[in-house]
């Protein structure tokens, strides 16, 4: 709803800009949008300071700590998307004390978005030990998969591959492997590689492939295992691959406001290219 | 007990705002009504350039401060103290009068100040101004005879292009500063309404960044006719829109992206041994809507999300990297049906760092 009301925010602006309607109609818009909105719950950018004010008012309006985390959790998210990771840190710890249902989020939070490992994985980890043999989604994540991350951001491969596993398994399992996300067998490939295990990373790029065909970094990294495996040509096919989709194919596995993990570049690819001429 | 303190500070603050405020009644609307300004954030304040002028009639004029631009009429009535504009009803207290000021009260506060006519000759007025340097306590106005503008912060050193135009309302006049080097039109700053037009002196009506006053333009220099605008590299395409309002980090890299600036700051970032630090480095700076950057921001906390200072030797480096070698950026564009246009972007590049030297950089 927020998201709604915001685009409704922008749309105005943008009216205001001069692309659409009088200027004269753009201050009855306005005038509209003030009454209506007047509960400010629903109107301001996250990332606002007044938004960090009311957040803060808020919160002490309440006794109840469910309903406290969810609203530091909030804050907290606006304050990291502005980069005031200070501010962001404070209410996230916040949140968890209060709702320890937080700790998966959370945890994911700190692993994308601050690269912390070390503090990643003991809330993932925490949150994990809740339900124990039972693969936790957190947003549209897993909580192993996302375990695995932490590892491998630690340099720890072999521990990322069996958290990877476990995910991988379990959905494999439960749904078949063509509903296995891409991303995990990626991700498990490339830490395959690490631990110079091309074959195993190989067998995973391809059943990433399987089902995300057009995948930049599953082509990129497929390159990679086959040019440790001596397989030159079937390389230099998977890094053009790569190429065509970079150029054709780029809108998912941009950089978003986190980097796409794995993710394959420009120069990565034209390098492994150059390589193999 | 601190914080039922708090409450009922709040609640006190609420009632004596509700007690003060007093809705207008029409014949205290009737007459012109100049637009201020709206607190678009905490400490954020965009100018609002429109003048309405409520007519006895039942009829309000609306109008852009801008020549050229058509207003357009609705009807207005105050019924059982709500106020309703065309088909908008304000609740009572949501229009408030306080003196001669007008305030709307809503999640971003506008205000209005009735209009006193000051007549000027508009022709005598450009004669006065045009091709001409004046300055005020903050700022150095170049008016070049061809309508541009060129304003110098002296405090940051910053100068900026705009374009400018005398307004009439009535029988007086308004300078009128809007457009940015990208977009002559729109984001106007704040109406300046002149009260007097001197050679050497300017005496304006309006607000001046900090305060609503009269305040004086002394003349400083003459313009030739072969002098422009020498603007600085970084110009902001939206001059008023407030940083949680830019368009938020889901914004493009270079060509090359992440991976791009990857190496180059593993070619370009020498390591500080003996260095023990720990924690993130992060810029935070807008890249405008024409790929440039500018208004960097650095924030630097230790492992454990605590503001600390950094060893210069790492953070000089980063800045260094960051402001003056990380240059090709992509504006970020409009999404849906408007991936045409490009916008003012917030950017954030972090560096998480560990025994002098970058472990991570993420956006």
């Known amino acids: 709803m927020k998201r709604l009301v915001l685009l409704f925010t922008?749309?105005?602006?943008?009216?205001?800009?001069?692309?659409?309607?009088?200027?004269?109609?753009?201050?009855?818009?306005?005038?509209?949008?003030?009454?209506?909105?007047?509960n400010p719950n629903s109107y301001f950018n996250e990332s606002s300071r007044r938004a960090y004010e009311f957040y803060g008012f808020e919160a002490t309006m309440t006794k109840d700590s469910v309903?406290?985390?969810?609203?530091?959790?909030?804050?907290?998210t606006g304050e990291m998307k502005f980069g005031n990771y200070d501010r962001a840190f404070a209410d996230f710890e916040k949140t968890v004390m209060l709702n320890p249902a937080w700790q998966g989020i959370i945890g994911w939070r700190y692993l994308f978005l601050f690269r912390d490992y070390p503090r990643a994985l003991a809330y993932l980890q925490a949150y994990d030990d809740r339900t124990p043999n039972f693969d936790d989604p957190i947003d549209d994540y897993s909580v192993n998969y996302l375990k695995g991350r932490a590892y491998a951001g630690?340099?720890?491969?072999?521990?990322?591959?069996?958290?990877?596993?476990?995910?991988?398994?379990?959905?494999?399992?439960?749904?078949?492997?063509e509903w296995v996300d891409y991303r995990y067998l990626v991700a498990r490939g490339v830490s395959y590689l690490h631990l110079k295990k091309a074959a195993e990373g190989l067998a995973d790029f391809d059943a990433a492939l399987k089902n995300y065909p057009k995948s930049i970094m599953a082509n990129y990294h497929k390159g990679r295992a086959l040019e440790q495996l001596g397989r030159l040509e079937e390389a230099k096919t998977a890094f053009r691959d790569a190429r065509f989709f970079l150029v054709s194919n780029h809108s998912f596995e941009r950089d978003y406001y986190y980097e796409q993990p794995d993710a394959a570049y420009e120069e990565d690819i034209e390098e492994a290219l150059a390589r193999l001429k | 007990m601190k914080r039922k303190h708090n409450q009922l500070l709040i609640f006190l603050l609420l009632v004596s705002v509700r007690s003060i405020a007093q809705s207008p009644t029409p014949a205290q609307l009737v007459g012109t009504w100049i637009g201020e300004s709206?607190?678009?954030?905490?400490?954020?304040?965009?100018?609002?350039?429109?003048?309405?002028?409520?007519?006895?009639?039942?009829?309000?004029?609306?109008?852009?401060?801008?020549?050229?631009?058509?207003?357009?009429?609705?009807r207005w009535q105050v019924k059982d103290r709500a106020v309703q504009i065309d088909t908008v009803q304000f609740g009572a207290a949501q229009w408030t009068l306080r003196g001669d000021q007008l305030h709307i009260n809503a999640w971003q506060p506008q205000r209005y100040?009735?209009?006193?006519?000051?007549?000027?000759?508009?022709a005598t007025v450009r004669?006065?101004?045009?091709?001409?340097?004046?300055?005020?306590?903050?700022?150095?106005?170049?008016?070049?005879?061809?309508?541009?503008?060129?304003?110098?912060?002296?405090?940051?050193?910053?100068?900026?292009?705009?374009?400018?135009?005398?307004?009439?309302?009535?029988?007086?006049?308004?300078l009128v500063i809007r457009g940015t080097h990208e977009n002559p039109v729109n984001f106007s700053h704040f109406p300046l309404q002149i009260t007097q037009a001197g050679s050497n002196m300017l005496t304006v009506r309006g607000w001046n960044g900090k305060r609503w006053g009269e305040f004086g333009f002394v003349r400083t220099g003459n313009l030739k006719p072969d002098d422009h605008c020498r603007t600085n590299d970084f110009q902001l395409c939206n001059t008023f829109l407030p940083p949680g309002d830019q368009k938020y980090p889901y914004y493009e890299y270079k060509k090359g992206r992440l991976g791009a600036i990857r190496r180059l700051v593993a070619r370009e970032f020498v390591p500080v041994s003996g260095v023990t630090q720990a924690g993130l480095v992060r810029f935070r700076f807008v890249v405008n809507c024409e790929g440039k950057a500018g208004m960097f921001e650095m924030q630097t906390v230790d492992e454990n999300y605590e503001p600390c200072r950094f060893d210069t030797r790492l953070?000089?480096?980063?800045?260094?990297?960051?402001?003056?070698?990380?240059?090709?950026?992509?504006?970020?564009?409009?999404?849906?049906?408007?991936?045409?246009?490009?916008y003012d972007t917030v950017c954030l590049l972090t560096f998480r760092l560990k025994d002098g030297q970058v472990a991570e950089i993420f956006p």
């Open chain 1, 10 to 38: 922008l749309s105005l602006f943008c009216s205001f800009t001069g692309l659409a309607q009088s200027p004269a109609d753009w201050l009855l818009g306005q005038f509209a949008f003030m009454p209506r909105f007047a």
């Open chain 2, 127 to 174: 004669k006065a101004i045009s091709s001409r340097t004046w300055s005020t306590d903050s700022l150095i106005y170049n008016l070049f005879d061809d309508g541009s503008v060129c304003l110098k912060n002296e405090r940051t050193g910053n100068t900026t292009l705009h374009y400018w135009q005398l307004v009439p309302v009535e029988s007086s006049i308004f």
């Open chain 1, 154 to 177: 630690m340099g720890q491969h072999d521990k990322a591959v069996q958290a990877y596993s476990v995910t991988i398994g379990d959905r494999s399992k439960r749904l078949g492997a």
């Open chain 1, 67 to 76: 309903k406290q985390a969810e609203i530091w959790a909030t804050r907290a």
């Open chain 2, 38 to 74: 709206t607190e678009v954030d905490i400490g954020w304040v965009r100018p609002l350039p429109w003048r309405m002028t409520f007519r006895a009639d039942s009829t309000v004029e609306i109008a852009l401060m801008a020549n050229g631009e058509r207003p357009k009429t609705v």
């Open chain 2, 113 to 122: 100040r009735r209009f006193t006519d000051v007549p000027m000759d508009s």
């Open chain 2, 315 to 342: 953070t000089d480096q980063l800045r260094r990297i960051v402001q003056e070698r990380i240059t090709e950026w992509e504006p970020g564009k409009g999404t849906g049906n408007d991936t045409n246009n490009t």
